[in-house]
């Protein structure tokens, strides 16, 4: 390939090494791609490689200079003024599975190498991203004494143990006095604000705190989203001139923005309208919608749907999609694990400890911020999940469990008192994965 210089820039070699960024753009004329453009960039050497060329060969002119991130940034900006599109720096074969279950094509897999990603993530993504590492943030802030970078994976590990523990004892006997153990060793490991009275815990409201096993199991989710976001930038330098690549780049997982004309799009709207309204009103509706790959999910999730057939020949999959509402500082944590079956034996689960999802869309709105969250004015968010119901049970009034009955693969309740539709709850994780992300206000 022949280097020509770029007025301004001071022509150079290449570095040997792999590069720290790679931003690939495309042109498109008449809905096909005539021009590739690649933008690569060696941070600690200061170098900027540029490769253009038609669709078939887009390495065919190349220039290597000396630039700095800025640099980058304005060839980018060019790019876009010029008419060109960001595209992945690599696309998946989209799994066959996937195609059998008529899902949105989304990539199978997830390339989480850093240079590797283009650095033009789409602002309705950013948005995203900012929204909910932000609620993440402040939640952690509302109730940790110390900073996150003071903790540790095994203290929060430790920390779920003990209230795990607490758990089934407070189930079986709420005055347990182990639960007091339980709860002041707890938060020597999750350093958490108390009430106090003359500067010392007031120990009963301390156990009440405790004993909220569904909000503290909420929290180390949370704690260990923040810390993990945390040891990704302290890892990734490169990438702290801007903190929501950072972020995003954290979730190790693909996130794009859902439109019309992609496939099931009309489907998943229709579903989310039609079962929205309550007494005639629709109570609230979609800003924007994301198509969401969270690759170990979907993965299991895939597994499972194919060797179904061997597990349980008798048994058709019936796979649906359903809602899955939550409030904003949960959904960093699902966005980087998927969701999980709590490992706390909680009270207050009226069909056990499951995964529970939503057939109306207005069902799942209120465990989103809808109903103690008014006045802040931000956003909602709601999962659309794919779901392997198989045989449901039909429970009337309330199921304890941890599992399905035998021969039963979910639960579910066809109503509710609330009127809002019913419940549907699996306890396998891979019987479920995250589609689509809603971002929603009232109507």
Known sequence: MSRKSLTGFVDTNKPQTTPDYVSRWQFYERGKSNKSYVIEFWQKEGVMRLAYGPTEAPERTECVVIASMNDVQEQEDRRRKKGYQSVSASQADIDSAAKKLNTAALPATVDNNPQHHSLAIKPAVMDLVKLVFSANQTKVNSFLTKKVDSLSLEAINKGRSLLVQASHIFKSNPTDSRIIDLSEEYFMHIPTQLPRFKNRPIIDEA??????????????????????????????????????????????????????????????????????????????KIIKAYMVTIPNERANFVNTYQNWENAYPKVNPNVVHLFHGTARHNVQHILKTGLIVPKTAANGRRLGDGIYFGPTSVRSLYYTDYVNDKRSQLPYLMFVNQVILGKGYEVTGLYSGSQPPKGYHSVFAPTTNSGRGGEHVVFQTSQQTARILLMLEPN
């Open 207 to 284: 156990v009440k705190i405790f004993t909220d096993f569904v909000e503290q199991e909420d929290r180390l989710n949370q704690l260990e989203a923040a810390l993990a976001t945390l040891q990704y930038s302290n890892t990734q330098n490169n990438y702290r001139y801007d903190p929501v690549i950072a972020h995003y780049m954290s979730l190790g997982i693909t996130i794009d923005v859902f439109e019309p004309g992609q496939d099931n799009y009309d489907l998943v709207i229709e579903k989310f309208s039609n079962t929205m309204a309550v007494s005639g009103r629709k109570e609230a």
